[in-house]
């Protein structure tokens, strides 16, 4: 019987909805990870790297059905038995660490053992992370647990001193671009959370499904990615990657350090990213390896693969960073090009009345020049009105 590919069964799940495939593939990564948590890991000698994931799906408001991709996988884990630890959405630092901890009484090889390993399942991520909540260390607390590590000490506010073990926390988000700002602080990005996030970010404006169809056929595939996740979570172990694999990942690696798209490693707001994604790689490369039914060794497929994977977000960085910590024209700068991008070809004057409760002519006209002096955005004259297309994204 042949192995059955989890990833390619999970994205039959999204056929015939407005879900975009990105979106879809990322929820699948994501919910491999959630399954696994922190029993598989490669040896890099001085650490340990672990599938687990911060996802975060980024589209404009009503665009892209977020909540609903990320639903879709939600409903999967919890059919799951043992159930995964889904954590709630709104928890402070204690809450968290009380959510996540737990002693194993029905695993004989680990019997008694505190793990704090949980999944956070965020429809819009400023629930979950925020600016007050990284005012009060969130922040600190989510890297030592993206990093897994065996042990470490966490200082809460009301209950001072606290002992984690086994650490793994992995997370499925969703947001807008024009929710970001209020996610996120400067301080999150220089801290090293941000680093830690893969967004996904999608510009293209799906096709109308007014009635997706639950057919046969989908509800067979969904028995068969519950009953594949289901297995998928009794894998544990070390994970090698095949001498091909290892010398493609060596070449990625160089390549990128040498010559790093975008100048990520001189950019003070994405060269955390840029020393972390060689982790990011091998994360996905871990589950593109599990999902294809080869959990214990990743081949060059899968490290290609996760490169390319990588690659499609990255793109979508520097503006992110840009309009986390620009100013206020800044921020209107970049909401206006995500609307053009989003609505390529969209008219001057529809783009205006986008924008009429937020900034005069003078403004919009002053940052659609930025836009097309800075090569971003093309603009073409019809005589009556002026069509405005993205140049690239």
Known sequence: MPKINFMREFVKLYDNTEIPGLFACWCGLAGLSCAIGRKLWIDMDIFNVFPNLFVVLVASSGRCRKSSAIGVIESILNQLEPRPNIVAQKLTQEGLIDTLRVVQTNDESHFLRETCVGFAIVDELSTFINRNAIEHDLDALLIQLFDCKSSFVYRTRGRGAETITNGCLGLLGGTTIDTIRRCLSEEAITGGLVSRIIFVYNTQIPSPVARPISTDEKKEVRGIVIKELQRIQTYEGVVSLTPEAWKKYEEIYNEFYTNTPYKMYDNPYLSGYASRRNVHLLKVAMLLAVSKGSPFLIDVEEVTGAEKLLSM???????????????????????????????????????????????????ISDVLQTLVHGGLIKPVSTGSDIILSPTTG
């Open 313 to 363: 977000s990255e793109g979508f960085m520097p503006m992110l960073m840009n309009f986390i910590t620009s100013s206020e024209v800044g921020r209107l700068t970049y909401q206006v090009l995500d609307v053009i991008r989003t609505d390529p070809g969209i008219t001057r004057i529809k783009l205006l009345n986008q924008f009429i409760h937020k900034a005069d002519y003078n403004k």
